[in-house]
T-cell receptor
Framework: DGGITQSPKYLFRKEGQNVTLSCEQN?????MYWYRQDPGQGLRLIYY???????QKGDIAEGYSVSREKKESFPLTVTSAQKNPTAFYLC??????????FGPGTRLTVT | SQQGEEDPQALSIQEGENATMNCSYK?????LQWYRQNSGRGLVHLIL?????REKHSGRLRVTLDTSKKSSSLLITASRAADTASYFC??????????FGPGTSLSVIP
């Protein structure tokens, strides 16, 4: 999973609570991404950031928020406005040939 | 809308056989990439092929790209049980966005 860490691996929350997922990279990459994966599905882009202090919405940004205060860190907050937050969340950074390096993922369960 | 679509959705083969997965896409691309995902893990980048390349090899992997048909194929030769995973194609049209297909689930039976 080379250089991208995500924590925790499993996360359980009650409905109505906000929760923040951590993503850290030591690859010195400028661009970072957050994806959501549902069972048996591909990846859907939530947010991405090309550079510190800048980020853009992806295809399914509603109910999520991000920050990019440091190059190494791109935390994702799942807010209570996200209607169906239970999913597997993957963070990635972009390499110099546009390949993506993924973290091990965080499985979020909201009950 | 999905840019890449893999085919088949699921594939089951015997160890030692070859596995072929296909990917079709809709718009012009800069490059196309293939990734592997073991169950419950992050994705691992396998190979990247640029729009001006037609074929690329990496170990037991062979990727082809036909831009006129907007399609790519991934061939895994002499498959092993450890190749059991989901395989995703990803298209890059602009430098800031990678779009993943829904994936092919490969099972290699020992």
């Amino acid at each position: 999973d080379g250089g991208i860490t995500q924590s925790p691996k499993y996360l359980f929350r009650k409905e109505g609570q906000n929760v923040t997922l951590s993503c850290e990279q030591n690859l010195n990459h400028d661009a970072m991404y957050w994806y959501r994966q549902d069972p048996g599905q591909g990846l859907r882009l939530i947010y991405y950031s090309q550079i510190v202090n800048d980020f853009q919405k992806g295809d399914i940004a509603e109910g999520y928020s991000v920050s990019r205060e440091k190059k190494e860190s791109f935390p994702l907050t799942v807010t209570s406005a996200q209607k169906n937050p239970t999913a597997f969340y993957l963070c990635a950074s972009r390499g110099f040939s546009y390949e993506q390096y993924f973290g091990p993922g965080t499985r979020l369960t909201v009950t | 809308s999905q840019q890449g679509e893999e085919d088949p959705q699921a594939l089951s083969i015997q160890e030692g056989e070859n596995a072929t997965m296909n990917c079709s896409y809709k718009t012009s691309i800069n490059n196309l990439q293939w990734y592997r995902q073991n169950s419950g893990r992050g994705l691992v980048h396998l190979i990247l092929i640029r729009s001006n390349e037609r074929e690329k090899h990496s170990g037991r992997l062979r990727v082809t790209l036909d831009t006129s048909k907007k399609s790519s194929s991934l061939l895994i030769t002499a498959s092993r049980a450890a190749d059991t995973a989901s395989y995703f194609c990803a298209t890059v049209a602009s430098y800031d966005k990678v779009i993943f297909g829904p994936g092919t689930s490969l099972s290699v039976i020992p």
